[in-house]
């Protein structure tokens, strides 16, 4: 058996950058058991201490392609992945092929196929490259202890776990956690899991957290479901569309707990009428979808914006046209949440960043479609949805819930016209049906301040005005884009949005031990668009860059129109995959 040594190696591409994390990749095709090995081993990693970060590649054909976890772990903080790496667990040839190229020179591979006279080639270079191999048959090995072909991850789960020197009781409780409903094949796959795990030898350990951090492992549909519940969301609503298919999976999981109605509908058309209807009638209500999904929504959309009828909806954010890349990122649907639905009326759109991120927005969304009677719009990204990070939950802070409706003895004195009223703000009186002797109309045509129809040019400019009013009144209450690093002065600046920030976050961090400054203007709240800090931001760092993963740049766009700003330039990625650190960090050596 050659020996094997992990070691924390100097970045190829910045070598002044000491990276404390381990790059690894577990990768598989579809369907050969990826999903739980990777799993097994983020949670082992987390309940050492570590840090982690987390993705899953996969196509959208359900079985035979090759698929990949990519997982990030460190002491420290993190909140982004790296595209190579240093250590790959292969669990198949063609995933193997797939994926060899990604390893680090001086990296290490561990694999199992048997048939190794086939690999020569591929074997040959990455000696040249002096990568470590690990192998051993992992099929015979696992048949030798009682297994079959499918037993063989465990083998190779226990060869990865020993190759990294970390302890085998922290990979056996994980095991033993994932099968103990099956006590007769848990048998099995300790011993294979063990018998992985003797067979190799290991020269050096990897250097373990010194104490347990004080995180949970949360990934952003789980946390906008958590969110979601904790802002009293009572029915959730969905017809499933990746990549915001397990936010239904997680709601029907707390539904029992909850009292919630989660309801799989035949299509997003009905999803949101329902959604809307639940949210006239006083019921806190969600749905979610995709970029497709949306487009069939938009009609109730506008519906939302005349009858001023609060309405949130997530939009999880996947490569198109059409069906695009369905299991992919992206951030490209910033115009069509702005811009969409037919005609005029006023609406949020926020961008949740991470899970952190999604289990606040997504309480604030509810508050702002009751406070301001509108339409909320919540944009996440398949690299949010699924990315699993180590959230710090200790500091999150209570959100308290705002309805904005009329209760109690003030119902008494309702007028019928107090509905659609106008006010100096645009934002009219709103009570629930039947909670009062007044009475309105929701109508879908334009309405008088009862909500009865009219077409009166005067009554159409009046009501048109009174609901556009609310743009200006919502910009002013909305937070301001924040600035990550130093205010001013930084050798090289960036704007973004969305998962922008994690990149972001740890380049700031990496560039600083350097003693080479970074900073970067982060949009939560991209409608209507607040100006005036990125109007100071230009003026104070003189060499801004827009990161943004579109082909357009739709924010930047809308800046340089709105703000009147001009940007140095842009990176831009429109290929399905997140920013990597690392390539982030290739593009900063270039322009500073």
């Known amino acids: 058996m050659p020996e094997t040594v992990f070691c924390v190696k100097l970045l190829p591409t910045n070598k002044e950058i000491l990276m404390k994390r381990l790059c690894i990749k577990i990768a598989g095709e579809s369907g050969s058991g990826l999903l739980s090995v990777g799993e097994m081993i983020i949670k082992s990693l987390h309940d050492l201490g570590f840090y982690v970060v987390a993705d899953r590649e996969y196509p959208s054909v359900i079985k035979g392609e090759p698929a990949c976890f990519l997982i990030n772990a460190s002491t420290k903080p993190i909140y982004s992945l790296y595209s190579k790496i240093d250590i790959m667990l292969a669990i198949d040839r063609q995933s193997l092929e797939a994926y060899f190229r990604d390893l680090n020179d001086g990296g290490i591979l561990v694999y199992g196929y048997e048939r190794t006279s086939g690999l020569k080639d591929l074997m040959a270079g990455l000696s040249k490259r002096k990568v470590k191999i690990v192998h051993q048959d992992a099929r015979t090995a696992a048949e030798k202890n009682g297994g079959n072909v499918l037993m063989s991850n465990m083998v190779l789960l226990g060869m990865f776990f020993k190759t990294l020197g970390l302890p085998y009781k922290i990979i056996k409780k994980e095991v033993e956690k994932k099968f103990f409903n099956k006590p007769h094949l848990l048998k099995i796959d300790l011993k294979c899991l063990e018998a992985g795990y003797k067979k190799v030898e290991i020269s050096r350990h990897v250097e373990l957290p010194k104490r347990k951090n004080k995180t949970v492992l949360l990934d952003g549909n789980k946390a906008i479901a958590i969110g979601a519940i904790r802002a009293g969301c009572r029915a959730y609503y969905a017809y499933p569309m990746s990549p915001s298919s397990s936010i239904l999976t997680y709601m029907a999981d707390f539904s029992a707990a909850t009292g919630m109605l989660v309801k799989q509908v035949e299509d997003e058309i009905s999803v949101v009428n329902m959604t809307l209807g639940s949210m006239f009638m006083g019921t806190r209500a969600l749905c979610s979808t995709s970029g497709g999904g949306y487009d069939l929504m938009t009609e109730t959309v506008s519906l939302s914006g005349m009858i001023e009828c609060p309405l949130v909806v997530v939009v999880a954010q996947r490569p198109g046209p059409a069906t695009g890349l369905p299991t992919w990122t992206a951030q490209a649907d910033l115009n069509m949440a702005v811009y969409s639905s037919h005609g005029e009326f006023p609406r949020i759109v926020v961008a949740a960043s991470d899970p952190s991120d999604c289990f606040s927005l997504i309480q604030h969304a509810f508050n702002l479609a009751e406070k301001y009677q509108i339409p ?45 009223k106008v006010t100096a703000s645009g934002v009219s009186l709103r009570w629930l049906p039947g909670t009062s002797e007044a009475y309105y109309f929701a109508n879908s045509d334009e309405h008088l301040e009862d909500g009865s129809l009219t077409e009166n040019a005067e009554n159409v400019k009046v009501m048109y005005g009174k609901r556009m009013k609310k743009v200006g009144l919502i910009e002013k209450a909305l937070p301001d884009a924040i600035i990550y690093g130093q205010k001013k002065g930084a050798k090289i600046s960036f704007v973004g949005w969305g998962s922008s920030k994690k990149v972001m976050l740890d380049v700031i961090e990496d560039f600083g031990r350097r003693g080479i400054s970074v900073n970067y203007l982060h949009y939560s709240y991209l409608c209507p668009l607040k100006i005036s800090v990125v109007e100071k931001f230009f003026k104070e760092n003189k060499n801004v860059f827009l990161i943004e993963g579109n082909y357009q740049g739709q924010l930047g766009n809308m800046l340089e129109e709105k703000a009147g700003v001009k940007f140095k330039g842009r990176f831009l990625k429109y290929d399905g995959r997140p920013f990597f650190t690392d390539e982030v960090e290739r593009f900063i050596n270039k322009n500073i």
């Open 376 to 420: 909320v719009i919540v944009l996440t990204e398949k690299n949010i949805c699924e990315s699993i990070l180590s959230v710090d939950v200790a500091g999150e802070k209570k959100i308290p819930i705002e309805r904005g409706l009329v209760i109690g003895k003030n119902l008494k004195n309702l007028k019928n016209t107090d509905r659609y």
